[in-house]
């Protein structure tokens, strides 16, 4: 009998090692699903960094040229209005937003080659929705008020509007839209609250982006010729772009472009190639960008005052050397970073922190403030001097004072100082938790 109990029990522990064994091996396979290949990792991209920091500043610049464009639709405008101007503003328009996503995307390759997806999906809701939660209530309502106040469907001050927005609204607010609760939008936020949506959609996609076959086409597309490559990048996104409307096609182009972020990464052959070429893809942006100018100003502007007007096959050709420009603008501008700008300094570790609270303030500022100084009767010169002045000026200061106050560090997206107690950030982060909940939730459903 105790030969038998011996017996079993080695059998019992060979089992146990080879159930361990198998657990082990399942775990392991089921994670190099989900985590990219590290072989050509870098440490850390400097250039998109300051990229990051470049977008943000041309978007306040941008947003403040809203202010003053004609034909493109905004919150409140300016008297001094140009047609001319939205020409400028289509250099960086067709590749603004989507050089933000495809370094979010990146990011995104960079994270998780370094978390795991829990920990990922925790980072990821904390750093986004409790500063959407707190934009979306405190924030972005003054922009509501002034361009409501603009186009005479309010008549009352500040703090009487702020009891009716957070009541039921009593009817005010029926012709406004909402983006998240009833007569809450999300506004210039919107990109939050899709590059968390987006994230968890990633995520899910991981199996299918890290596969092999996935990896061996990006290799095989970054070996083809530079027109192939840019050709086959740029047809999914004009494919988008003549089958979603104007209000609605930014969410499919983000996610596209946040799909082709995760991709590049840190792939050799293509960082390499776009870094050899950068004045074949300047060229080829200028004479993009002059074309498509041409068709802007001859087609585009036209078609708006009197549809129908132009043969459809001529709209195509301008919508695809818009797509055009998309890609272009991005590749160029990876270029010259990569090239240039692939260095750590002071003001880039200091520019990084400022970017999230800046891109949150910056756009109520523009809206209160150009709105102000729109009845001052200043000069054209003056006011958008005073408005790009003021509203940067705005930024710093209330960085400077948001980075002072723990409380309201998380709320713009910026860690806990360190010397905080661990208490008091375990007590912190649950409360958190408990209030990114409710628009975690609603933005899913």
Not at 82 to 105: H, T
Not at 295 to 315: G, I
Not at 419 to 433: D, G, I, M, P
């Amino acid at each position: 009998m105790h030969l038998f109990s011996v017996a079993a029990k080695i059998s019992t522990s060979q089992a146990d090692q080879t159930l361990t064994l198998m657990s082990k091996m399942f775990m392991t396979t089921i994670a190099k699903l989900f985590i990219p290949d590290q072989k050509h990792m870098p440490e850390r991209r400097y250039d998109l960094d300051w990229l990051r920091v470049i977008a943000f500043g041309l978007l306040i610049l941008f947003h403040c040229g809203m202010f003053y464009v004609e034909n493109w639709g905004w919150h409140v405008k300016s008297q001094h209005r140009s047609p001319f101007l939205e020409n400028i503003m289509l250099i960086v328009e067709p590749w603004r937003m989507a050089l933000l996503w495809l370094i979010a995307g990146i990011a995104i390759r960079f994270i998780i080659a370094k978390v795991s997806i829990w920990r990922f999906i925790s980072m990821r809701s904390l750093r986004i929705l409790l500063p959407l939660l707190f934009g979306i209530l405190i924030v972005v309502p003054p922009q509501l008020y002034v361009e409501m106040t603009n186009n005479g469907d309010l008549n009352m001050s500040y703090w009487q509007f702020l009891k009716v927005f957070f009541s039921d609204g009593n009817g005010v607010f029926d012709k406004y839209q909402s983006g998240i609760w009833p007569h809450i939008d999300v506004n210039h936020l919107w990109f939050l609250r899709s590059l968390w949506q987006y994230s968890l959609v990633i995520l899910c996609l991981l199996p299918l982006l890290n596969s092999t076959k996935i990896e061996n086409g990006i290799n095989w597309l970054f070996k083809q010729y530079g027109v192939i490559a840019i050709l086959l990048a740029t047809l999914p996104i004009f494919i988008i772009q003549i089958n979603w409307s104007m209000e609605q096609v930014r969410y499919p182009l983000g996610f596209t472009f946040m799909v082709y972020g995760y991709l590049i990464g840190w792939q050799p052959n293509f960082w390499q190639r776009v870094s050899n070429n950068i004045c074949w893809l300047l060229c080829s942006f200028a004479i993009a960008y002059i074309s498509f100018i041409f068709f802007y100003n001859q087609v585009w502007l036209v078609e708006l005052s009197a549809p129908d007007s132009h043969e459809s096959w001529l709209l195509m050709l301008g919508m695809f050397i818009y797509s055009l420009l998309r890609i272009l603008g991005v590749l160029a501008l990876f270029a010259i970073a990569h090239k240039m700008l692939n260095k750590k300094s002071k003001q880039l570790s200091y520019l990084n922190e400022a970017v999230y609270p800046f891109y949150i303030l910056h756009q109520s500022f523009i809206v209160v403030i150009g709105y102000n100084l729109s009845r001052l009767s200043l000069s054209a010169t003056i006011e958008a001097i005073s408005l790009i002045s003021a509203t940067i000026v705005c930024c710093f200061v209330s960085f400077e004072i948001i980075k002072r106050i723990n409380i309201l560090r998380p709320c713009f997206g910026l860690p806990m100082q360190p010397h905080t107690s661990l208490l008091r950030q375990r007590f912190a982060y649950a409360a958190a938790v408990v209030l990114v909940l409710p628009i975690g939730i609603e933005i899913l459903i």
